[in-house]
């Protein structure tokens, strides 16, 4: 097994309501899931491979709860990557040369029976964790943006984080507001859902803590 790491960040969007069950070992709230992810690494390695400064992200679509399984994906890698940078965010996110279920990409991976070809190509992504703001744009496919939560009365911002201190994604994630909507063999769309930005920072055993 290769072993690697990256640090970044990363935005999510999904079907759930506000808090998504599924963070909680519920049941997604509208009996499937749909999700838009994007995620930046700032700093990363595969072996002697570097990963830095590159992006990735990728379209879900499960008709259950995701531990039941039969899920559609498409993975989306940054056009600068060259081959073996390619070669290995693709390992990394296809859940390859990494213990069992350690990560999500692994667990995501194990629950996906249709997955369509990977798309090398340009990824917009603007990713703010502390201002809960961000957007993935990947032109044909996705257009995602973020936004922090408000008070339904008074609009004023709204600062939610969920902590998770042996999550396989991440410690700690502030939650926002999200809309979707993505064109090609996966389609979803999402209008003010659950929305999570979080600081990544992963290797080939899970999440690396502080």
Not at 18 to 28: D, M
């Amino acid at each position: 097994m290769t072993s690697w790491e990256i640090k970044g960040s990363e935005l999510v969007n999904c079907t759930c309501d506000y808090g998504c069950n599924c963070q909680f070992n519920g049941l997604p709230d509208k009996g499937h899931c749909h999700a838009v992810a994007g995620i930046q690494i700032d700093e990363g390695h595969h072996g002697n491979v570097r990963l830095d400064n590159l992006r990735v992200a990728a379209i879900f679509k499960w008709p259950g709860p995701i531990h039941e399984g039969n899920g559609e994906a498409i993975a989306f890698v940054d056009k600068k990557a060259d081959e073996k940078q390619r070669d290995a965010l693709l390992r990394i996110m296809t859940g390859e040369d990494t213990d069992p279920f350690a990560t999500m990409f692994a667990v995501f991976a194990s629950t996906v029976t249709k997955m369509s070809a990977p798309v090398f190509t340009p990824i917009g992504l603007e990713i703010d964790v502390d201002r809960r703001r961000g957007r993935i744009v990947v032109e044909d496919y996705i257009d995602t943006v973020g936004e922090p939560l408000r008070n339904p009365v008074t609009g004023v911002e709204t600062r939610v984080q969920i902590v998770q201190p042996e999550g396989f994604e991440y410690e700690v994630a502030d939650i926002g507001s999200g809309s979707s909507k993505t064109q090609g063999p996966v389609e979803v769309e999402m209008k003010n859902s659950y929305t999570q930005f979080a600081w990544l920072h992963m290797n080939e055993h899970g999440v690396v803590r502080a």
